[in-house]
T-cell receptor, first 115, second 116 residues
Framework: DTGVSQNPRHKITKRGQNVTFRCDPI?????LYWYRQTLGQGPEFLTY????????KSRLLSDRFSAERPKGSFSTLEIQRTEQGDSAMYLC?????????????FGPGTRLLVL | AQSVAQPEDQVNVAEGNPLTVKCTYS??????LFWYVQYPNRGLQFLLK??????LVKGSYGFEAEFNKSQTSFHLKKPSALVSDSALYFC??????????????FGGGTRLMVKP
C-alpha cells in the first residue's frame, strides 16, 4: 500500500495525558498537512510542512499542539495535557507540488478519545 | 478569507437515479475546487478537482462536477447512483492566491443515501 498511513488508528487517553500521532506520507511527496475533524464537521486545517520546514502553524488550536517533520519524511503531531475537547479525528494529508498544481491525499486518520 | 457551503446535510436518491450534491464557495482570488468522499471510519478519498479549463470535470467512480463561476458553485453529479455511493461527501476550496500554505477549506459535508 503506497498511500498515506497514520498510527495509531485509535487512541483513548485520560485528560491531562500527552499523546503523539504519526503520519507517513506518500513517498516523494514534499508537502504534509495536518487537519482535525470533529463529529459532523468538515476537516479543519491545523498546520503544514514543505519538506522539513513548518511553514504555517498559526492555525494550531493552542500551544498544547505541536508538530514536527524532522527529516522531511514522516511527521508527528503531539498534544500535551489533553482535554476532553481534543476528542476528534486527526487527519494527515500529503501532496507533491508541481508549480501551482497540487492534490492532497489523505490518510485514514487517528481517532482520539479523551476521557 | 475562503469558505465553502454545502446547503444540504443529507441527500436521498433511489438507485439508478441521477444525483446532485450542492456546493457553493467564496474566495478572493481564483479557486481550486475539490470533492472528497469519506466512508465510515475512513479518511477522505479524492474524487475530482477543478483548476482551470473545462467547466465540467470528470472524476473517479463516474462522478463529475460542474464549475459555475457566476454562481460560485461546484455541484457534484452522477448520472446513475449506486447503493455503494452512500457516504459523506465534502467540497473543498483553495484560493490560488492564498499565502497561508495552500490550506483547503472544507464544507460541512453532505451525507448521500442511495436506496435500492
Amino acid at each position: 500500500d503506497t498511500g498515506v498511513s497514520q498510527n495509531p488508528r485509535h487512541k483513548i487517553t485520560k485528560r491531562g495525558q500527552n499523546v503523539t500521532f504519526r503520519c507517513d506520507p506518500i513517498s516523494e511527496h514534499n508537502r504534509l498537512y495536518w487537519y482535525r475533524q470533529t463529529l459532523g464537521q468538515g476537516p479543519e486545517f491545523l498546520t503544514y510542512f514543505q519538506n522539513e520546514a513548518q511553514l504555517e502553524k498559526s492555525r494550531l488550536l493552542s500551544d498544547r499542539f505541536s508538530a514536527e517533520r524532522p527529516k522531511g519524511s514522516f511527521s508527528t503531531l503531539e498534544i500535551q495535557r489533553t482535554e476532553q475537547g481534543d476528542s476528534a479525528m486527526y487527519l494527515c494529508a500529503s501532496s507533491l507540488v508541481i508549480g501551482t498544481k497540487e492534490t492532497q491525499y489523505f490518510g485514514p486518520g487517528t481517532r482520539l478519545l479523551v476521557l | 478569507a475562503q469558505s465553502v457551503a454545502q446547503p444540504e446535510d443529507q441527500v436521498n436518491v433511489a438507485e439508478g437515479n441521477p444525483l446532485t450534491v450542492k456546493c457553493t464557495y467564496s474566495v478572493s482570488g481564483n479557486p481550486y475546487l475539490f470533492w472528497y468522499v469519506q466512508y465510515p471510519n475512513r479518511g477522505l478519498q479524492f474524487l475530482l478537482k477543478y483548476i482551470t479549463g473545462d467547466n465540467l470535470v470528470k472524476g473517479s467512480y463516474g462522478f463529475e462536477a460542474e464549475f459555475n463561476k457566476s454562481q460560485t458553485s461546484f455541484h457534484l453529479k452522477k448520472p446513475s447512483a449506486l447503493v455503494s455511493d452512500s457516504a459523506l461527501y465534502f467540497c473543498a476550496v483553495r484560493d490560488m492566491n492564498n499565502n497561508a500554505g495552500n490550506m483547503l477549506t472544507f464544507g460541512g459535508g453532505t451525507r448521500l443515501m442511495v436506496k435500492p
